[in-house]
C-alpha cells in the first residue's frame, strides 16, 4: 500500500493536467493507520525491514504535505492513527456525518508517533491534542468541526458529491499562485515575522516570473476592465478546465473530474 501511494502521487504530481487531489477510502474507512499485525507484529523482530517500509511511509507523507496541486481529505469513516495524520496533511478535510476521529495508540501501549502527534498539535489546541493522545477516545464528525480539526461536516450521502464541487472551484485558480501559496504557508510557519515577510516577498517575485505576470496582465487588468469582483469570485485563469483526478485503488490513471481515492486500512 505504501508502495503504491508513493508511484500515485508522483504520477499525480508529474501530470500538468491534474489539478487537484481528492484522497477518500473505501468501506467505512478513510484511513484506520498502519496494519497492526502487518506492519508491527510480523516486522517488530526484522527492524531493517520496519525501517525501510517505516521510509517509504514518511517519504510519500511528505510528498502529500509538499503537493504542488490543491488536496482534499473526503473522510467518509473511520480516521484512526496513522490515517488522522493523512487527514491532516491534505489541506483541506470535509468529513461525512459518519466520520470517526482517533488517536489511538495508547490503547496499545504506545503513543502517535510518525507524524500523527505533530499534525495533530497543528490542528488542534495543546489541549485538544494531548485530549486525543493521552486517552485514545474517538470523536465524531461534528466534534472535529468544532474543534477544527476539519473543515466542515456533510451528510455522508453528500460527501463526494460537496467535495467534487469543493475541487471543481478549485480547479478554476490559478495553479502557480495556489502551489506558491502553500510553499508560503509551510515555511512561514517555521519562521519570524519579519523573516516571513522576505520570504513572501521573494516568492511573490517567483510568482510574476513563473506566471509571466498573469496575475497583473490578467487578473488585475480584469479587475480594472469591470470584468470581475475579486471578493467575488476569480478571473478565468488560462487553462483552468484542466481535470482533477481519480485513482481507483491498484491505479494511478488521471480521469476527468473526480480524486485520488485511497483504501483505509489498519486497526480501529
Avoid at 11 to 34: E, H, N, P
Avoid at 170 to 185: G, Q, R, T, Y
Wanted: hydrophobic share 45%; charged share 25%.
Amino acid at each position: 500500500m505504501h508502495r503504491e501511494m508513493a508511484t500515485a502521487l508522483a504520477t499525480l504530481k508529474a501530470d500538468d493536467s491534474v489539478r487537484v487531489l481528492i484522497l477518500t477510502g473505501s468501506g467505512d474507512s478513510f484511513c484506520a493507520g498502519q496494519d497492526l499485525k502487518a506492519f508491527f507484529a510480523e516486522n517488530f523482530d526484522d527492524p531493517l525491514r520496519a525501517r525501510r517500509i517505516t521510509d517509504v511511509a514518511m517519504d510519500w507523507a511528505e510528498v502529500l504535505r509538499t503537493f504542488p496541486k490543491p488536496t482534499i481529505a473526503a473522510v467518509n469513516g473511520w480516521c484512526i492513527g496513522g490515517g488522522l495524520r493523512v487527514m491532516g496533511l491534505c489541506d483541506i478535510a470535509v468529513a461525512s456525518d459518519r466520520a470517526q476521529f482517533g488517536l489511538s495508540e495508547v490503547n496499545f501501549g504506545n503513543f502517535p508517533a510518525g507524524g500523527s502527534m505533530k499534525i495533530t498539535m497543528e490542528l488542534l489546541s495543546h489541549r485538544d491534542a494531548l485530549y486525543m493522545a493521552l486517552t485514545g477516545e474517538s470523536i465524531d464528525a461534528a466534534t472535529a468541526e468544532r474543534v477544527r480539526l476539519i473543515n466542515r461536516v456533510v451528510a455522508h450521502d453528500r460527501l463526494m458529491k460537496d467535495v467534487s464541487l469543493l475541487a471543481e472551484k478549485l480547479s478554476k485558480k490559478n495553479p502557480v499562485a495556489m502551489m506558491i501559496a502553500k510553499e508560503v504557508f509551510w515555511r512561514d510557519k517555521q519562521m519570524s515575522y519579519s523573516a516571513a515577510v522576505e520570504w513572501e516577498l521573494a516568492k511573490q517575485a517567483e510568482l510574476s516570473y513563473l506566471q509571466k505576470g498573469e496575475w497583473v496582465r490578467q487578473g488585475i487588468q480584469k479587475f480594472v476592465d469591470g470584468d470581475y469582483k475579486p471578493a467575488y469570485g476569480s478571473y478565468a485563469a488560462s487553462g483552468a478546465s484542466a481535470p482533477v483526478a481519480k485513482k481507483s485503488r491498484g491505479s494511478a490513471r488521471a480521469k476527468a473530474s473526480h480524486a485520488t481515492k485511497v483504501n483505509g486500512r489498519g486497526s480501529k
